[in-house]
């Protein structure tokens, strides 16, 4: 039996994206040219492709929302950059084709109720999520989104679903990568600076930063914990460190915010960034660049991320099932002036 002719089909016979079909279906044609017009309306034509009469049924069904779900204690858990740059590329692509964004920030004692009334209400066609917490939380908190049958795309984290895919960055080779810079410096005591609530992308972090110093002897890693994610709190921790244990002479830290803190104890204690302590940071956030003296950090790209997580989806809605498993993004060392 042959196989149905989807959208896909026509976006990779015209060579064109998936949204470019979609703009000539709905007679969206100011944005491109005449010539790509006319070889998408030939590629219909000679695929013979046809909206299917019942997948139109089942879409005009659907809510046209895609959400945002994340468990995220903090009261201003949309300022945190990451989740700027996330939500940042996936409304890029969703106002490309239409559809509304439905954001939710869920406490972590209420998750696992809210997680099962928000799937099972349908208010949105799929989700990207990001989840933290412990390992054992979160996974509670994926298969309540498997049964419910919602399509899903987590965020630094792997499902094992046939409606949830992912997207990741690799956190523990940039950790290690940027352990082994602050040893190339001769730097003999590295420690961690780490968040409280537990993310998977800093649990991965962490375990990068663990392997890089086993390379190199079994050296004992030194791993503290900020209870209050920000950059005052971390430099309360920092400022107790480095007067307690002056030997630590480099800092990887969990994310910039935490190494905008560590960096600005540093400078409290007398301390000269990069001469007596270094500091690495972690996601290259904008502000990365312009602190004093500007920050080294592991760079991801975020803002691709959200895209790549939007366009899955929509895939999704398109071919009802997921292209790829997983989408891995690099992270990239940017050297600047504090390692």
């Not at 590329?89 to 559809?99: P, S, T």
């Amino acid at each position: 039996m042959k196989a149905r002719t989807t959208m896909r089909d026509v976006a990779r016979q015209a060579g064109v994206s998936l949204q470019s079909v979609s703009n000539v279906l709905n007679g969206r044609n100011s944005q491109m040219s005449e010539e790509t017009r006319k070889r998408i309306l030939a590629s219909i034509q000679e695929l013979g492709y046809q909206p299917d009469s019942q997948a139109r049924g089942l879409r005009s069904q659907r809510t046209n929302t895609v959400a945002f779900l994340t468990i995220d204690p903090a009261t201003r858990f949309l300022a945190d950059p990451f989740h700027v740059a996330i939500l940042s590329g996936m409304v890029d692509v969703l106002r490309e084709r239409d559809y509304a964004m439905f954001v939710q920030g869920l406490e972590p004692d209420s998750a696992g109720l809210a997680f099962q009334r928000l799937a099972h209400q349908r208010r949105f066609d799929g989700a990207v999520v990001h989840l933290s917490g412990p390992k054992e939380s979160r996974a509670q908190h994926i298969e309540q989104l498997e049964r419910s049958g919602c399509p899903f795309v987590l965020v630094q984290e792997r499902p094992s679903a046939s409606t949830a895919s992912c997207v990741l960055a690799d956190d523990h080779g940039g950790a290690a990568t940027a352990v082994s810079l602050l040893l190339a410096r001769g730097h003999q005591r590295i420690g961690f600076l780490a968040t409280a609530r537990s993310w998977p992308a800093v649990d991965a972090r962490k375990a990068g930063y663990e392997q890089a110093l086993r390379a190199v002897g079994n050296r004992k890693p030194d791993v503290w914990n900020v209870e209050h994610e920000s950059i005052e709190g971390a430099r309360t921790v920092m400022e107790d460190v480095l007067a307690r244990v002056p030997s630590i002479t480099a800092f990887l830290c969990a994310n910039d915010v935490l190494a905008v803190g560590a960096l600005q104890a540093a400078k409290q204690l007398g301390r000269v960034v990069p001469s007596n302590v270094a500091i690495v940071g972690f996601n290259d956030f904008e502000f990365a660049r312009y602190v004093d003296p500007p920050l080294t950090t592991v760079s991801l790209p975020a803002y691709e991320m959200g895209r790549r997580s939007a366009d899955m989806l929509l895939e999704f809605f398109e071919d009802g099932k997921f292209s790829t498993q997983e989408v891995l993004f690099p992270a990239t060392l940017v050297e600047r002036g504090t390692a």
